[in-house]
């Protein structure tokens, strides 16, 4: 549902990481806000528990420039992962034009993803959405630890529709871009 | 969702000028600072009065996860919305309002008015902007598909995408 405002020639466009808790959500918007140019970027917002557990969402605005004329921008959201903040996850998708779910790649947080990804299409689904028609790719996080499940697996289990997916180290900005690379192109793909 | 107007709507020119005027006059017969529309979203559509000078973006994502996380403390006390907020500060107050169930007025307001006369002069101007906002949904709802760009928006888009994100 993105806005497009002729009167101030503006496009904004909301991207939503889901996925569940400590899965790197929030550290994805971190190496985004750190590495882009500061001019092309607002303020990172996050509304977190006083031990650093996202309560509410992050959200940081990545300026696009000028395409045509329209002030191009995307709002970056992260949802908050634990099972218990589903009433607050749901809000944050509301008027979603893009999803990146974020799997933890570790063997034990398989069944962490799935319930997830489930959650994701309960909530859309209340939204009248379809994860299948609407731009969205997964992120296979934390490839860098010993303990992580084999990328066919994580597919099998994940992704039957097969959307595109990059494999990252998140906290050393490993797939950051490549995955905000494509969802943000299939994002104005599906806007014009 | 699609109860509550055009899954994408989009708004123009004679609009920005129509709900310009009116958010004017309201602050002029109000005394209020300032008047912002968040969309539901959490995207500014317009501010009128004071230049705000603070992140517009942000304090536009953080006011309508504001309503939303109080529209559903209404559904679990029994109400179906509070169709208002208050927020009282020492010397800056904010009043939230819902318009049409898919934008909200948010005035900041400050000892040179009072809480009574915003409530009051809210009331007309959303009845107003209620009845603007749903020609605009409705129009976004008829207006036949098809791109809403010219050509090239979306391969220009890409390449900028790239030359940002490229190199990161």
């Not at chain 2, 705000?52 to 994502?61: G, I, K, N, V």
């Not at chain 2, 009072?114 to 008829?142: H, Y």
Request: aromatic share 10%.
């Amino acid at each position: 549902m993105s806005m497009i405002n002729y009167a101030s020639r503006e496009i904004n466009c909301k991207i939503v990481y889901y996925g569940p808790g400590l899965c790197g959500k929030t550290t994805n918007l971190e190496y985004v806000y750190e590495k882009v140019a500061p001019n092309t970027r607002g303020k990172l917002i996050s509304l977190a528990t006083e031990t650093e557990r996202t309560l509410f969402f992050d959200f940081l605005p990545v300026d696009l420039g000028a395409i045509r004329g329209f002030k191009t921008r995307f709002h970056l959201y992260t949802v908050p992962g634990q099972v218990y903040y589903n009433a607050s996850r749901k809000l944050i998708l509301k008027g979603v034009d893009g999803v990146v779910f974020v799997a933890d790649s570790q063997v034990e947080r398989l069944d962490a993803n799935i319930e997830s990804m489930h959650n994701l299409y309960e909530n859309l689904g209340e939204y009248g959405l379809d994860l299948r028609e609407i731009p969205f790719v997964i992120q296979y996080n934390k490839r860098d630890l010993p303990n992580t499940s084999a990328l066919g697996e994580l597919e099998a289990q994940l992704n039957p529709g097969k959307v595109p997916h990059y494999e990252a180290v998140a906290t050393r900005g490993i797939g950051v871009f490549d995955t905000l690379k494509a969802v943000s192109k299939l994002v104005i793909k599906s806007l014009s | 969702m699609a109860a509550a107007g055009a899954s994408s709507w989009s708004f123009e020119e004679r609009d920005f000028t129509r709900i310009d005027r009116l958010l004017q006059g309201f602050l002029y017969d109000s005394n209020a600072r300032c008047a912002l529309l968040v969309d539901r979203t959490g995207q500014l559509v317009t501010t009128a009065g004071e230049k705000p000078d603070f992140d517009t973006t942000a304090f536009a994502s953080l006011a309508a996860a504001d309503f939303s996380a109080n529209d559903q403390l209404a559904t679990m006390i029994g109400e179906n919305e509070f169709s208002s907020l208050f927020h009282q500060g020492e010397k800056e107050s904010m009043y939230l309002a819902d318009v049409a169930r898919r934008v909200i007025l948010v005035v900041l307001f400050d000892n040179r008015t009072t809480l009574g006369m915003i409530r009051i002069k809210v009331k007309g101007v959303v009845r107003e902007l209620a009845e603007i906002f749903r020609e605009m949904f409705d129009r976004s709802a008829t207006a036949p598909q098809g791109s809403r760009f010219e050509a090239g928006f979306a391969d220009e888009a890409e390449d900028e995408i790239d030359r940002l994100f490229g190199d990161l």
